[in-house]
């Protein structure tokens, strides 16, 4: 038996949950997909799959051993690339997941330039604010916001995603500026879905968290629309400092300080997080990625995370 085939067949139908489907990414038929992976159930004395006529489903057995078979595949492809990129220039490509709105203000800018001077290197980037598991081999560098990530992965801080409460000029003279949390029961607010749920606005009055009152005027997951509906003065924007730069230097909108911060979360330990494997780090390709993003990106008296 091919084990390290059979592998890799069997992580393919993990993840589609179809036989047919894992079938058509390596171009055999389903029948030798199937046949494989009962010779590693045979193999290992344990059923990976639970199989029907129409279902494809993974045993608690099988989902223990996809976890551990994942993460030897990526170590065992990131071997092989480190060994093929020793002694010649970085090649091949490179997989970037990253949150949309820093993804298309922050982060295109420098794969632009990242690219012309490492023209080899094929950039694949996927603009998401889905969690992605770095265990794999979908992605080499993941950029998301939020708390500091686990510890089982490499983390450097790009930005403290600080958020800033704002609204247009002609909207704080058509409804007067608010000056304490209680204030914005009597405003519109433009709010950001998030992956999940709507992110709440929340602030700490000095003894509570409490989440104030407000007058949803428009929602969205974009933060870019949430900002043109800011400019047509439809409400108040909460937003991170790096997406308002450019409008608060313009003076198409203001900032709008109140009595206590506000926020989107009761964590002081939030930020925007380049994510990686140390084993992906060893990859010279990985490595120059990350550097440069951190190099360009992250905060000038920041200290290496």
């Known amino acids: ?55 494809v489903s993974l045993t608690e057995a099988g989902k223990t051993y996809l976890t551990q078979v994942r993460s030897g595949l990526a170590q065992l492809a990131a071997a092989d690339e480190l060994i093929g990129d020793l002694g010649g220039k970085p090649s091949g490509t490179l997989r970037i997941s990253c949150m949309p709105g820093y993804g298309r203000v922050k982060l295109m800018p420098v794969l632009q330039d990242f690219s012309e001077r490492y023209p080899g290197i094929l950039l694949d980037v996927h603009l998401s604010d889905e ?42 003279a058509a409804h007067g500026r608010p000056n304490t949390l209680e204030d914005l029961a009597s405003h519109f607010a433009l709010l950001y879905r998030g992956p999940s749920s709507v992110l709440k606005w929340v602030g700490f009055n000095g003894e509570d968290w409490i989440s104030p009152a407000v007058t949803p005027a428009f929602i969205s997951n974009d933060g870019a629309s949430l900002l043109a509906m800011a400019c047509r003065h439809r409400g108040m924007v ?25 926020s989107v979360t009761r964590s002081d330990q939030i930020g925007i997080f380049m994510t990686y494997l140390q084993s992906r780090y060893q990859i010279p390709k990985t490595r120059l990625a990350v550097d440069y993003i951190y190099e360009r990106l992250a905060q000038a008296d920041q200290a290496p995370a």
Do not use: C
Request: glycine share 4%; no cysteine; net charge negative.
């Open 238 to 262: 909460l937003l991170p400092e790096w997406s308002l730069r450019d409008y608060l230097q313009s003076e198409e909108l203001v900032a709008v300080d109140l009595d206590h911060p506000i």
């Open 131 to 172: 969690l992605e598991d770095l265990g794999g081999d979908q992605f080499d560098i993941v950029i998301r916001g939020g708390a500091q990530p686990e510890s089982r992965v490499i983390s450097r801080r790009l930005d403290p995603n600080h958020f800033i409460l704002a609204a247009s000029p002609a909207y704080l």
């Open 1 to 55: 038996m091919d084990k390290l085939r059979a592998l890799k067949y069997f992580v393919k139908v993990a993840d589609t949950l179809s036989f047919t489907e894992a079938a058509k990414a390596y171009d055999v038929p389903a029948s030798s997909i199937s046949r494989r992976i009962s010779e590693l159930e045979t193999s290992i004395g344990t059923v990976l799959l639970h199989r029907t006529t129409r279902t």
